[in-house]
């Protein structure tokens, strides 16, 4: 098949494109590098199988395709914070985008939408048919609402205009090409320690996340958009849940050096729990992640150990 892969210069993007081509498809990768790298596609650019377009989702863009996996949004809330009337745009001119072309040339398109349309939850775990706790004008709403209203428009395109879509709810992931300078937690710590310095910790570190190794989340992405029966949206995470006080421990013990543990101020509306009800993905795509926190920390050390 030929895929766009829009956000296919960053983190989960490239890892996309990598087992794609494995697969022997024909790739486009769109981006427009503000938090992808060249180099996480480096290795792909000799391949006459990869295209890389740099381009905006925001404009429209015409290619003939047969499947589209909308990845492009900065993830981080840094990153996400930086410009977030730009954030909103991103997610939701892209999403038009994205679903204009594959109305179009009758494509199958992929949304990655995010645990974050949970917001600050009431429910836990979180399953599908939880609605969230969303605060709609702080500091992550660019975020959130963006995510929430592409959703939207994903569903209004599938009912209204027969749109073959795909929506997957992503749960915090970590692994290799995680950017150094990223702000996310797994990545923070990490780099942290390998600096010898303090891990920053923000508030009293009990609030939860559940991490996921990045290859089990690309093989959940491409049971999804290769299955006929759920559109979605499905959530692909895993459920192992951790405290940020026991990470940064972790990550400590495996790093091993001088760093402690720093508190500093919890950013506004950060969210206090999070946990995947993985349910359907087990029931509708046969998947469920299989590398634990342990292993998938191991691999994270080794790309940073080579890398900063
Ligand atoms: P990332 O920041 O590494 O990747 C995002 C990519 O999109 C980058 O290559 C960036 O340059 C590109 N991009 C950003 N704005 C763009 C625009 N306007 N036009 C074209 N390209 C643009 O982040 P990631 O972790 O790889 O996340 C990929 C997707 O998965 C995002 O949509 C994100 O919201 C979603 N997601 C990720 C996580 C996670 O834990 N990694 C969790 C939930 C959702
Ligand atoms: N966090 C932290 N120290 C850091 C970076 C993040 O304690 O250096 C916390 C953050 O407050 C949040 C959790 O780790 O509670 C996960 O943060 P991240 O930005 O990775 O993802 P998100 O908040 O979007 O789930």
């Known amino acids: 098949m030929r895929i766009l892969v829009t956000g296919g210069a960053g983190f989960l993007g490239s890892h996309l494109c990598d087992r794609l081509i494995t697969e022997g498809h024909e790739i486009l990768c769109l981006d427009n590098f503000f938090t992808g790298r060249r180099q996480n596609i480096a290795h792909l650019l000799q391949d006459p199988k990869f295209e890389l377009i740099r381009h905006d989702v925001i404009d429209p863009f015409k290619v003939e395709v047969d499947q589209i996996y909308n990845l492009a949004c900065p993830a981080s809330p840094p990153h996400y914070q930086y410009n977030p009337i730009k954030t909103t745009k991103t997610s ?18 992929f949304l990655a939408s995010t645990s974050e349309v949970y917001g600050d939850p ?58 150094a300078d990223d702000g996310r937690v797994v990545s923070n710590f990490i780099v942290q320690a390998l ?42 995470g895993n459920p192992g849940e951790f405290t940020m006080l026991e990470l940064a421990e972790l990550v400590l013990k495996k790093v091993g050096g001088k760093s402690k543990v720093t508190n500093l101020p919890l950013p506004a509306d950060d969210p206090k729990q999070r946990r995947p009800d993985i349910s359907l993905a087990k029931e509708a795509l046969g998947w469920e992640p299989k590398v634990p926190l342990e292993e998938g920390l191991n691999r994270t050390i080794a790309y940073f150990r080579q890398t900063i």
């Open 92 to 109: 939701v001119m892209g999403a038009i985008n994205c679903l204009g072309l594959a109305k179009r040339v009758r494509a199958r398109v």
């Open 195 to 236: 600096k010898g310095e303090n891990l920053t910790v923000y508030g009293d570190g009990s609030q939860t996340r559940s991490f996921c190794y990045v290859d089990d989340l690309i093989d959940g992405f491409v049971r999804l958009m290769n299955q006929e029966k759920t559109v979605g949206p499905v959530n692909i």
């Open 122 to 179: 009431t429910v836990h775990p979180q399953d599908e048919s939880y609605w969230g706790n969303v605060n709609p004008i702080g500091r992550r709403s660019c975020y959130d609402e963006g995510k929430r209203c592409a959703e939207t428009l994903f569903f209004d395109y599938h009912r209204e205009n027969g749109v073959d879509i795909r929506v997957v709810r992503i749960f915090n992931t970590y692994g290799p090409r995680m950017l």
